[in-house]
């Protein structure tokens, strides 16, 4: 074994051993550059920026209990960094073409005798570049991979050879932390009612209860702790809908324009609501509709979303791997009134505060990582029964960023689904506007685009009524 080995966490490890015949466990991004980048820029890039972090020029070896990182020694840079050139059909627009390269490559497995990344660069593309980024989770999770593709951009950070030491030097963060890491982190634990400091602090009682006895907050976080195992354990089964089913491993993914961020706000605002009960209200108004379009009757009927939640101490992320839970969010898709809609989502988001659930979710996956692959396949196949789709929800810099020099004028990423889960919701906030993305399996959605679409007018029919509410009452409605 070289000297540069390195073990892999166990759960890393789990999402490692993740992949299956009809899921990858590849995050798959697009960024949309104008103008125009060229191969040997963005090779140059990669090289000066990314390779800065030694995990990218590692690859994998397993062995029977687990696997290690390993130093590529034959790693070179033109197998991670290609060119495409995108097959157009007749008749078939550059976004529908480059929509469904990504979901080609989606499906195809990276080399795992080397680093598992790879970029592919469309130089050519409405009028600019299209790049399509393929990095494997076992990696990193959104909050890693969000800190370190965003290093690379121009301006970005590289990422710190030691421990920060003393208070001001902590204070002293990056452009980065500022704008991307800090807020993505904000919503998606203020979502459910914990925070940074108080994740660490639960995750240390909970690997320490002996030294904790006696204390009434121990006991009140012990009877919740044993409450939300139960409630993760005995959790039903999804309602069924043609979005749950077996997968065939054919990928299909689609995207939006971007919706102007302010006017998301104002509604969140009119409504007491925040700005992800709004944007995820509209999710299930799409999915809701789109099933109704498919003769279905969604009326009284709820799926549920696996959403990852942060357990890791921000100025850890560029660090990598993967630290995060599992809370499990009830997307009302029956309900068509879409004030109505807003305040049901507004509802469960906080039944979800306080609770441990991401924490024990984050054990199972910690324990998958040392079982053998059928057992771990029938252990994190629970989730898959328990819900419909992954979700993200992920909040950029509110400006746009350049890369080599260009604008990254728009930008989509998709997270893999586990399981037989066939459904991945993707909510990305960038440059003043917010989009909505979705990659499903062929069998269960061919046209997912159909539901992108209306995510839209979902929008505006909650802009309309919210406008048309009394002034008042519109943030009083129960």
């Not at 103008?35 to 800065?52: D, F, N």
């Not at 509604?267 to 992800?276: D, F, Q, T, Y």
Request: net charge neutral; with cysteine; charged share 20%.
């Amino acid at each position: 074994m070289s000297e540069a080995a390195e073990r892999m966490s166990r759960v890393d490890t789990a999402w490692l051993r993740m992949d299956n015949d009809v899921n990858l466990m590849m995050i798959v991004g697009v960024w949309l550059l104008q103008p125009g980048i060229t191969l040997a820029a963005l090779r140059e890039r990669v090289e000066g920026r990314l390779l800065k972090f030694p995990r990218f020029r590692q690859k994998v070896v397993q062995d029977a209990i687990g696997a290690n990182w390993v130093l590529d020694e034959n790693f070179a840079i033109d197998r991670h960094v290609v060119s495409e050139k995108l097959a157009r059909k007749r008749g078939q627009s550059e976004r529908a073409a480059l929509q469904a390269r990504a979901g080609e490559l989606a499906t195809a497995r990276l080399d795992p005798a080397h680093p598992l990344w790879q970029f592919h660069l469309i130089e050519h593309y409405e009028g600019g570049s299209a790049m399509i980024l393929r990095i494997h989770h076992c990696i990193g999770d959104g909050i890693a991979l969000t800190s370190v593709m965003l290093s690379i951009t121009d301006g970005g950070a590289d990422p710190p050879r030691r421990k920060r030491r003393g208070a001001e030097e902590a204070e002293e963060s990056d452009w980065l932390s500022d704008a991307v890491i800090k807020p993505l982190t904000d919503v998606a634990v203020k979502a459910i009612g914990m925070y940074g400091g108080g994740v660490v602090k639960s995750m240390e009682m909970l690997a320490q209860p002996q030294q904790l006895l006696g204390s009434l907050d121990v006991a009140r976080n012990g009877y919740q702790v044993v409450r939300d195992a139960a409630a993760l354990a005995l959790m039903p089964d999804d309602s069924p809908t043609r979005l749950k089913g077996k997968p065939v491993g054919k990928k299909v993914v689609a995207w939006n324009e971007p919706l102007p961020l302010d006017e998301v706000k104002i509604v969140g605002k009119a409504l007491n609501c925040s700005i992800n009960d709004v944007l995820l209200a509209c999710a299930a108004g799409a999915i809701g509709n789109y099933l109704r379009d498919q003769g279905d009757d969604p009326t009284g009927k709820e799926i549920r979303a696996m959403v990852p939640v942060n357990l890791r101490p921000l100025e850890k992320a560029w660090q990598l791997g993967n630290q995060f839970g599992l809370a499990p969010l009830v997307l009302p898709i029956g309900i068509e009134n879409p004030i109505e809609r807003v305040y049901a989502v507004r509802a469960r988001m906080n039944e979800m505060k306080g609770s441990y659930q991401p924490l024990l979710a984050f054990g199972v996956l910690a324990v998958a990582g040392l079982l053998i692959k059928p057992m771990q396949d029938a252990l994190l196949g629970l989730f898959a029964k328990k819900a419909t789709a992954v979700m993200t929800n992920v909040p950029g810099p509110a400006r746009p960023l350049k890369f080599c020099g260009s604008t990254l004028r728009q930008t989509m990423f998709w997270v893999p689904a586990s399981g037989d889960l066939g459904v991945g919701v993707s909510i990305l906030s960038y440059g003043g506007g917010v989009q909505f993305g979705l990659i499903t399996d062929r069998k269960l959605c061919p046209h997912p685009q159909r539901i992108i679409d209306a995510f839209a007018p979902e929008f505006e029919k909650l802009l309309t009524v919210t406008l048309m509410l009394p002034w008042g009452e519109a943030g009083t409605i129960p």
